[in-house]
């Protein structure tokens, strides 16, 4: 008797489990269609449309952007680019960063103001990269260079007269001179610079040719600590370790029209004043 008691009971609580297991799944089941059912309602559109500002065309990166080169477009909100413009006046005459296609939602992320007059970053040529050089009068011909002039580079090394780590390694080597660079367009001589041309043209080969417009009267700058050349990138971190590892930098004018390389080799103290 006792068995069977026992064995009833070890039944009913089997179907105890099923029963409970059921109500947990059909619990679940329900509260799934609740939860699709309301985010279903929260991305049924209200059916408000905003307008907002779209290119018309393509715009390739670095295009100053015209008025018949975006309009007013009206979209729903659903769509609607967080911070994009809703008045092209106010995209008009930025330049743009990046491509952008047509149909784009413009945001200001994707623009920068155009280059002014006054702005070195409408001279820099593309692909070039602007760099200073510290300079004095002795090293800068003179103090006699101007905006738009052609110079070579070259860096002086003394050992005897810098706390560089290069004097560790030196081993006892003489002062040296180096050339660096050739044919580089001065940017600026000091705060004066060259001047944003008024078309995009530039640097069209003709000998001498400058980035920008030398500015009218630009008087000589014996006083001038820095000149900003137009190097190539690679060039820009030559002049940079070069100035940092304490190897001093003078700059020869070149003469008007002559843009040839040369070859310039290194020059030791030894080779010049002899043993």
């Known amino acids: 008797m006792a068995r069977m008691q ?9 179907g105890l489990l099923v029963v409970a297991a059921l109500a947990g799944l059909a619990a679940a089941v329900l509260f799934v269609v609740a939860v699709n059912q309301d985010s279903g309602s929260s991305t049924v559109s209200t059916g408000a449309t905003v307008k907002t500002v ?31 413009f809703s008045d092209t006046a106010l995209v008009v005459g930025n330049v743009t960063l990046g491509e952008i ?10 623009i920068g103001l155009a280059p002014t007059n006054d702005s070195l970053g409408g001279v820099v040529p593309t692909g070039k990269r602007a760099i200073s050089v510290e ?3 002795a090293t800068a011909v ?5 905006p738009g002039d052609r110079v070579d580079v070259i860096g002086v090394f003394d050992p005897q007269n810098t706390d560089s780590a290069l004097v560790i390694e030196s081993g006892g080597i003489p002062a040296f001179g180096v050339p660096l660079l050739q ?3 001065v940017l600026a001589v000091g ?10 043209e530039s640097g069209d080969g003709t000998p001498n040719a400058t980035s920008g417009k030398p500015p009218d009267n630009a008087e000589p700058q014996p006083s001038a600590i820095t000149v900003t050349l137009a190097v190539d990138p690679s060039q820009s971190i030559t002049l940079a370790l070069t100035q940092q590892t304490g190897i001093k930098v003078w700059l020869t004018l ?3 029209g002559d843009n040839a390389d040369v070859e310039m080799p290194k020059v030791d103290i030894g080779s010049v004043v002899g043993p």
């Open 135 to 137: 300079v004095r009068e």
């Open 54 to 84: 779209v290119a018309k065309q393509n715009i390739a990166a670095g295009t100053e952007i015209k008025s018949d080169m975006v309009e007013l477009k009206e979209v729903s909100e659903d769509v609607l680019v967080s911070g994009a």
């Open 101 to 110: 296609p047509a149909g784009e939602q413009i945001i200001p992320s994707r």
């Open 142 to 146: 003179g103090g006699l260079l101007r």
């Open 254 to 256: 070149r003469a008007f």
């Open 6 to 14: 026992g064995l009833t009971l070890t039944r009913g609580n089997r």
């Open 191 to 200: 705060q004066t610079a060259q001047e944003q041309l008024p078309t995009t």
């Open 183 to 185: 044919n580089i367009e």
